[in-house]
């Protein structure tokens, strides 16, 4: 968790619901974050979940792990 946000780690990922979106912001200590869109049961959500591929040193622990937007819901 990291400013209170949960960090998922890809492996527990479903991709097949999950698009590039193009979306690409920049947070100062964590840098570039990469977005994902989401598409489940024919609903889609635009840049709802977010990923750092190139974290700084102090993110190094959230590379490539997905975080997302209150309004998805993540079941188990």
Same mark, same amino acid.
């Given at each position: ?29 964590? #840098?570039? *974050?990469? $977005? ?5 049961? /024919? ?21 490539? #792990?997905? *975080?997302? $937007? ?5 079941? /188990?």
């Amino acid at each position: 968790m990291v400013e209170g946000n949960v960090y998922f780690p890809p492996s527990s990922i479903k991709w097949e619901f999950f698009s590039d979106s193009g979306l690409h912001t920049t947070y100062a200590w964590k #840098r570039l *974050a990469s $977005y994902y869109s989401l598409n489940v049961d /024919g609903q889609e959500a635009h840049d709802v979940a977010l990923y750092y591929p190139s974290p700084s040193g102090a993110a190094g622990n959230i590379k490539y #792990r997905v *975080a997302f $937007y209150p309004q998805v819901t993540i079941e /188990g």
